[in-house]
């Protein structure tokens, strides 16, 4: 039940559709194309929630091994329909909206080096961390907690799938979606980033309360400096892509699933620290753009 509860957590999506119907430039709801557009994403998550209530699930491949699954009841249906519902409303409503910061969550057609970038950044620092791990002789966890080779790879890609469309949509449209383009009129790359991590990591807080994020609750000060740290990737991205919200959320989806792929080592670190230390001093984020982003 968790992840169907977590999946109503839209607050930032819901944010920006509520701005962007503010500016005027808000999508036209219940139309053909809106349908189209709502429908599939409705299928889908209805499906992902309702495959765990059948079969439970966990943050890693060895806790969904030990999962008790709670099944289907009339609290857990309706909690799949409420959550399908919004999930649907929220992605076809972004995807229409007349805003250039909104609407580029389709567009997919920008420079493969941009996709490259939030495809293969995020797994290359971690197999750096494997490969020193593995040299130095450190413990390595193993990827799939014992699963079946098909079953790992359906948890595998029912994380994905409900990351892209729920978490990944959910959050990226209030933070690079209309947060980081609004803090960056009046303020630099760097300041903007460390302003939206912070909010970004305590909007996290439900999660440790609910049982989502293991550990005790002041482990959200600790996710804040995650997500500052992790926000300049996601800022530098968004700004070098000309403001692709569909680049976001695709290395959004990627981040929260690499470790699901590749064992995670505490030697990851050193090369994600690396890396993004040089995109604030290659990309001078401390100063402001000559340009602004089009709104």
């Known amino acids: 039940m968790g992840k169907i509860v977590t999946g109503w957590a839209f607050g930032p999506a819901l944010a920006a ?43 890693s491949a060895s806790k969904f091994a030990t999962a008790h699954p709670p099944g289907l009841s009339t609290v857990g249906v309706l909690s799949v329909l409420i959550a399908a519902t919004v999930a649907g409303f929220i992605v076809a409503t972004i995807a229409g909206s ?51 080779l098909p079953v790992w790879i359906l948890f595998v890609l029912r994380s994905i799938l409900f990351t892209l469309l729920v978490v990944a949509v959910g959050e990226e449209a209030g933070w690079r979606g209309w947060m980081l383009p609004e803090l960056q009129k009046r303020m630099s790359p760097a300041l903007s980033t460390v302003l939206l991590g912070i909010v970004w990591g305590l909007w996290h807080y439900p999660l440790f309360v609910n049982g989502q994020f293991p550990g005790p609750q002041h482990l959200v000060f600790a996710k804040v400096g995650v997500c500052v740290f992790l926000g300049i990737l996601f800022t530098w991205l968004y700004n070098r892509s000309g403001g692709n919200l569909l680049l976001v959320v695709v290395l959004h989806t990627v981040l929260n699933n690499v470790v699901r792929v590749i064992p995670i080592t505490e030697q990851a670190g050193i090369g994600m620290m690396a890396l993004l230390v040089a995109l604030v001093i290659v990309d001078r984020m401390w100063r402001r753009p000559d340009r602004p982003l089009a709104s």
């Open 17 to 59: 559709i509520i701005m962007d119907r503010w500016r005027g430039s808000g999508a036209s709801i219940g139309t053909r194309v809106w349908w189209l557009r709502f429908a599939p994403v409705f299928a889908i998550v209805a499906v992902i929630d309702v495959s765990t209530l059948l079969t439970g699930d966990g943050v």
């Open 98 to 148: 007349r805003s250039s910061q909104l609407s580029s969550l389709l567009q997919w057609r920008v420079p493969l080096r941009w996709w490259l970038a939030a495809l293969l950044l995020p797994p290359g620092w971690m197999l750096l961390g494997l490969l020193i791990a593995s040299a130095t002789d450190s413990p390595i966890e193993s990827i799939t907690g014992g699963l079946p």
